[in-house]
Protein backbone atom coordinates (compact mmCIF):
# COMPACT_ATOMS: atom_id res chain seq x y z
CA UNK A 1 0.00 0.00 0.00
CA UNK A 2 1.28 3.76 -0.60
CA UNK A 3 1.74 5.85 2.19
CA UNK A 4 -0.99 8.41 2.44
CA UNK A 5 0.71 12.04 1.10
CA UNK A 6 0.12 14.42 4.74
CA UNK A 7 0.09 18.33 5.28
CA UNK A 8 0.56 19.19 8.65
CA UNK A 9 -0.56 22.83 9.39
CA UNK A 10 0.27 24.50 12.60
CA UNK A 11 3.63 24.22 12.68
CA UNK A 12 5.84 25.27 14.40
CA UNK A 13 3.04 25.03 17.12
CA UNK A 14 4.19 22.02 19.43
CA UNK A 15 1.04 19.73 18.67
CA UNK A 16 1.48 20.27 14.65
CA UNK A 17 5.11 19.48 14.63
CA UNK A 18 4.54 16.56 17.47
CA UNK A 19 2.76 14.88 14.94
CA UNK A 20 4.85 15.94 12.16
CA UNK A 21 7.64 13.87 13.98
CA UNK A 22 5.13 10.98 14.56
CA UNK A 23 4.32 10.55 10.69
CA UNK A 24 7.86 10.78 9.25
CA UNK A 25 8.49 7.63 11.63
CA UNK A 26 5.41 6.08 10.68
CA UNK A 27 5.49 4.14 7.10
CA UNK A 28 1.97 4.55 6.76
CA UNK A 29 2.20 8.58 5.88
CA UNK A 30 4.41 10.45 3.79
CA UNK A 31 5.09 14.17 4.73
CA UNK A 32 4.60 16.69 2.25
CA UNK A 33 7.10 19.39 3.40
CA UNK A 34 4.80 22.31 3.54
CA UNK A 35 2.51 23.96 6.47
CA UNK A 36 0.04 26.92 7.11
CA UNK A 37 1.26 28.95 9.85
CA UNK A 38 0.18 32.31 11.29
CA UNK A 39 1.14 35.82 10.25
CA UNK A 40 2.75 36.44 13.46
CA UNK A 41 5.66 33.80 12.34
CA UNK A 42 8.37 35.26 10.74
CA UNK A 43 10.57 32.27 9.66
CA UNK A 44 9.79 30.78 6.18
CA UNK A 45 11.18 27.38 7.05
CA UNK A 46 11.62 24.87 9.65
CA UNK A 47 13.64 21.73 10.17
CA UNK A 48 11.62 18.85 11.72
CA UNK A 49 13.42 15.31 11.99
CA UNK A 50 16.23 16.59 9.66
CA UNK A 51 13.31 17.23 7.25
CA UNK A 52 12.85 20.93 6.04
CA UNK A 53 9.49 22.05 6.10
CA UNK A 54 8.25 25.22 4.13
CA UNK A 55 6.10 27.39 6.06
CA UNK A 56 3.42 29.43 4.21
CA UNK A 57 2.15 32.15 5.15
CA UNK A 58 -1.76 33.46 4.76
CA UNK A 59 -1.39 35.80 2.07
CA UNK A 60 0.61 33.49 0.50
CA UNK A 61 -1.54 29.91 0.13
CA UNK A 62 -3.02 30.42 -3.07
CA UNK A 63 0.69 30.65 -4.83
CA UNK A 64 1.52 26.87 -3.45
CA UNK A 65 -2.19 25.51 -3.67
CA UNK A 66 -1.40 24.07 -7.11
CA UNK A 67 0.92 22.10 -5.58
CA UNK A 68 -1.27 21.46 -2.57
CA UNK A 69 -3.64 19.68 -4.65
CA UNK A 70 -1.19 17.67 -6.60
CA UNK A 71 0.34 15.93 -4.01
CA UNK A 72 -1.44 16.24 -0.37
CA UNK A 73 -4.05 13.51 0.06
CA UNK A 74 -5.38 14.70 3.43
CA UNK A 75 -4.49 18.20 5.33
CA UNK A 76 -4.36 17.99 9.25
CA UNK A 77 -5.07 20.99 10.69
CA UNK A 78 -3.89 22.16 14.46
CA UNK A 79 -3.45 25.77 14.15
CA UNK A 80 -5.27 28.61 15.56
CA UNK A 81 -8.61 29.10 17.18
CA UNK A 82 -9.41 32.17 15.49
CA UNK A 83 -8.23 30.20 12.57
CA UNK A 84 -10.62 27.57 12.73
CA UNK A 85 -13.68 28.57 10.29
CA UNK A 86 -11.21 30.42 7.83
CA UNK A 87 -9.02 27.46 7.41
CA UNK A 88 -12.48 25.05 6.73
CA UNK A 89 -13.62 27.63 4.54
CA UNK A 90 -10.27 27.28 2.42
CA UNK A 91 -10.19 23.37 2.62
CA UNK A 92 -13.79 22.95 1.27
CA UNK A 93 -13.53 25.60 -1.22
CA UNK A 94 -10.31 23.77 -3.00
CA UNK A 95 -11.50 20.23 -2.70
CA UNK A 96 -8.84 19.45 0.11
CA UNK A 97 -9.97 16.63 2.75
CA UNK A 98 -8.76 17.60 6.12
CA UNK A 99 -8.35 16.26 10.17
CA UNK A 100 -9.65 19.16 12.06
CA UNK A 101 -7.83 18.59 16.11
CA UNK A 102 -7.79 23.22 16.39
CA UNK A 103 -10.61 23.99 19.18
CA UNK A 104 -12.82 27.02 19.05
CA UNK A 105 -14.46 29.01 16.42
CA UNK A 106 -18.45 28.29 15.14
CA UNK A 107 -18.37 24.48 15.56
CA UNK A 108 -21.58 24.53 13.63
CA UNK A 109 -20.97 26.54 10.75
CA UNK A 110 -17.72 24.39 10.60
CA UNK A 111 -19.75 21.71 10.21
CA UNK A 112 -21.83 22.92 8.12
CA UNK A 113 -18.82 24.41 5.46
CA UNK A 114 -18.05 20.52 4.86
CA UNK A 115 -21.53 18.91 4.69
CA UNK A 116 -22.64 21.55 2.11
CA UNK A 117 -18.91 21.29 -0.30
CA UNK A 118 -16.88 18.23 -1.62
CA UNK A 119 -14.51 16.90 0.93
CA UNK A 120 -14.90 15.09 3.82
CA UNK A 121 -13.45 15.90 7.28
CA UNK A 122 -13.06 13.98 10.79
CA UNK A 123 -13.21 16.97 13.35
CA UNK A 124 -12.71 16.78 16.92
CA UNK A 125 -11.19 18.55 19.79
CA UNK A 126 -10.00 15.98 21.47
CA UNK A 127 -8.05 13.37 19.14
CA UNK A 128 -7.01 11.01 22.51
CA UNK A 129 -8.65 7.79 22.66
CA UNK A 130 -9.17 7.00 25.86
CA UNK A 131 -10.52 10.37 26.64
CA UNK A 132 -12.90 9.76 23.18
CA UNK A 133 -13.89 6.37 24.78
CA UNK A 134 -14.87 8.30 27.86
CA UNK A 135 -16.63 10.25 26.13
CA UNK A 136 -18.35 8.33 24.06
CA UNK A 137 -19.57 6.75 27.82
CA UNK A 138 -21.45 9.95 28.54
CA UNK A 139 -23.08 10.36 25.46
CA UNK A 140 -24.37 6.75 25.91
CA UNK A 141 -25.75 7.96 29.75
CA UNK A 142 -27.04 10.91 28.43
CA UNK A 143 -28.97 9.10 25.68
CA UNK A 144 -29.99 6.41 27.59
CA UNK A 145 -30.47 8.43 31.49
CA UNK A 146 -32.19 11.75 30.65
CA UNK A 147 -31.74 13.98 33.92
CA UNK A 148 -30.23 11.65 36.19
CA UNK A 149 -28.57 14.14 37.51
CA UNK A 150 -31.55 16.79 37.74
CA UNK A 151 -30.69 18.75 40.95
CA UNK A 152 -26.93 18.22 41.09
CA UNK A 153 -24.59 21.23 41.57
CA UNK A 154 -21.40 20.91 38.45
CA UNK A 155 -17.76 22.00 39.01
CA UNK A 156 -15.91 21.51 36.19
CA UNK A 157 -11.86 22.46 36.41
CA UNK A 158 -9.17 21.99 33.63
CA UNK A 159 -6.00 22.96 33.40
CA UNK A 160 -3.43 23.47 30.19
CA UNK A 161 -0.47 24.58 29.31
CA UNK A 162 0.16 28.42 29.31
CA UNK A 163 -0.23 29.16 25.81
CA UNK A 164 -3.68 26.84 25.28
CA UNK A 165 -5.63 30.43 24.12
CA UNK A 166 -9.41 28.75 24.47
CA UNK A 167 -11.64 26.91 27.12
CA UNK A 168 -10.85 23.17 26.10
CA UNK A 169 -13.12 21.56 23.70
CA UNK A 170 -13.13 18.61 25.43
CA UNK A 171 -14.61 20.61 28.68
CA UNK A 172 -17.44 22.33 25.85
CA UNK A 173 -18.23 18.59 24.49
CA UNK A 174 -18.83 17.48 28.71
CA UNK A 175 -21.01 20.45 29.09
CA UNK A 176 -23.41 19.17 26.35
CA UNK A 177 -23.36 15.78 28.26
CA UNK A 178 -24.24 16.89 31.61
CA UNK A 179 -27.20 19.54 30.08
CA UNK A 180 -28.96 16.38 28.66
CA UNK A 181 -28.24 14.14 32.21
CA UNK A 182 -30.06 17.38 33.79
CA UNK A 183 -27.22 19.86 34.77
CA UNK A 184 -27.80 23.48 33.70
CA UNK A 185 -24.26 24.71 32.59
CA UNK A 186 -22.24 26.56 30.85
CA UNK A 187 -19.06 27.36 29.42
CA UNK A 188 -18.75 30.70 31.28
CA UNK A 189 -18.51 28.54 34.81
CA UNK A 190 -15.38 26.41 33.45
CA UNK A 191 -12.84 26.84 36.08
CA UNK A 192 -9.39 27.06 33.67
CA UNK A 193 -6.12 27.44 35.12
CA UNK A 194 -3.13 28.72 33.33
CA UNK A 195 -0.47 29.52 35.96
CA UNK A 196 2.54 27.19 35.85
CA UNK A 197 3.10 28.05 39.24
CA UNK A 198 -0.32 27.25 40.37
CA UNK A 199 -0.42 24.22 37.97
CA UNK A 200 2.77 22.80 39.75
CA UNK A 201 2.20 23.71 43.01
CA UNK A 202 -1.56 23.23 43.76
CA UNK A 203 -2.49 20.47 41.12
CA UNK A 204 0.93 18.59 41.59
CA UNK A 205 0.99 18.83 37.96
CA UNK A 206 4.79 17.15 36.71
CA UNK A 207 7.07 20.34 35.90
CA UNK A 208 8.10 17.65 33.02
CA UNK A 209 4.57 18.16 31.65
CA UNK A 210 3.72 22.30 32.30
CA UNK A 211 4.23 23.12 28.67
CA UNK A 212 1.86 20.42 27.34
CA UNK A 213 -0.67 18.29 29.47
CA UNK A 214 -4.76 18.44 29.79
CA UNK A 215 -6.07 17.64 33.19
CA UNK A 216 -9.59 17.94 33.92
CA UNK A 217 -12.01 17.13 37.08
CA UNK A 218 -15.96 17.29 37.03
CA UNK A 219 -17.57 17.03 40.35
CA UNK A 220 -21.12 16.56 40.88
CA UNK A 221 -22.71 17.37 44.60
CA UNK A 222 -26.17 16.45 45.14
CA UNK A 223 -28.86 18.85 46.67
CA UNK A 224 -28.86 17.81 49.74
CA UNK A 225 -24.98 16.95 49.93
CA UNK A 226 -25.04 13.42 50.65
CA UNK A 227 -23.92 12.12 47.16
CA UNK A 228 -20.55 13.31 45.20
CA UNK A 229 -19.18 11.79 42.39
CA UNK A 230 -16.23 12.56 40.37
CA UNK A 231 -14.66 11.79 37.13
CA UNK A 232 -11.12 12.89 36.43
CA UNK A 233 -9.05 12.54 33.37
CA UNK A 234 -5.15 13.62 33.27
CA UNK A 235 -2.64 13.55 29.91
CA UNK A 236 0.34 14.18 30.32
CA UNK A 237 2.22 15.37 27.21
CA UNK A 238 0.94 15.20 23.59
CA UNK A 239 1.65 11.95 22.06
CA UNK A 240 -1.54 10.45 22.96
CA UNK A 241 -3.22 13.16 20.41
CA UNK A 242 -0.46 12.47 18.16
CA UNK A 243 -1.23 8.59 17.67
CA UNK A 244 -5.15 9.28 17.66
CA UNK A 245 -4.47 12.09 14.90
CA UNK A 246 -3.13 9.55 13.05
CA UNK A 247 -5.42 6.73 13.16
CA UNK A 248 -7.97 9.28 12.11
CA UNK A 249 -5.93 9.92 9.03
CA UNK A 250 -6.24 6.94 7.96
CA UNK A 251 -9.86 6.42 8.91
CA UNK A 252 -10.60 9.37 6.28
CA UNK A 253 -8.34 8.24 3.44
CA UNK A 254 -10.96 4.85 3.61
CA UNK A 255 -13.80 7.10 3.56
CA UNK A 256 -12.67 9.37 1.06
CA UNK A 257 -11.41 6.31 -0.92
CA UNK A 258 -14.62 4.79 -0.57
CA UNK A 259 -15.89 8.09 -2.24
CA UNK A 260 -17.52 9.83 0.38
CA UNK A 261 -18.33 13.89 0.22
CA UNK A 262 -19.67 16.34 2.22
CA UNK A 263 -19.70 13.90 5.34
CA UNK A 264 -18.23 15.29 9.16
CA UNK A 265 -16.68 12.40 11.40
CA UNK A 266 -15.94 12.47 14.45
CA UNK A 267 -13.15 10.51 16.69
CA UNK A 268 -15.94 7.97 18.07
CA UNK A 269 -16.35 7.35 14.04
CA UNK A 270 -12.89 6.54 14.13
CA UNK A 271 -12.40 4.61 17.28
CA UNK A 272 -15.74 2.25 16.03
CA UNK A 273 -14.47 2.22 12.47
CA UNK A 274 -17.81 2.73 10.54
Excluded at 96 to 106: A, E, H, K, R, Y
Excluded at 155 to 170: F, W
Excluded at 236 to 254: E, H, I, M, P, Q
Aim: proline letters at 5%; one cysteine or more.
Amino acid sequence: MEPIPVMINGIPGNMATRIAVFLLRDPRFKLIPLSFTGPEISESHLTVEKRKITLIHPEARMKHLREIKEHVRISVDYTHPTAVNSNAEFYCNNGLNFVMGTTGGDRDLLEKTVRTSSVSAVISPNMAKPIVGFQAMMAFAADTFPDLFKGYSLVIRESHQKGKADTSGTAKAMISYFNRLGIPFDETRVKKERNPDIQQRVWGIPETFLSGHGWHTYSLLSEDQTVKIEFTHNVNGRDVYAFGTLDAVSYLNKKITEGMQGCVYSMIDVLTGK
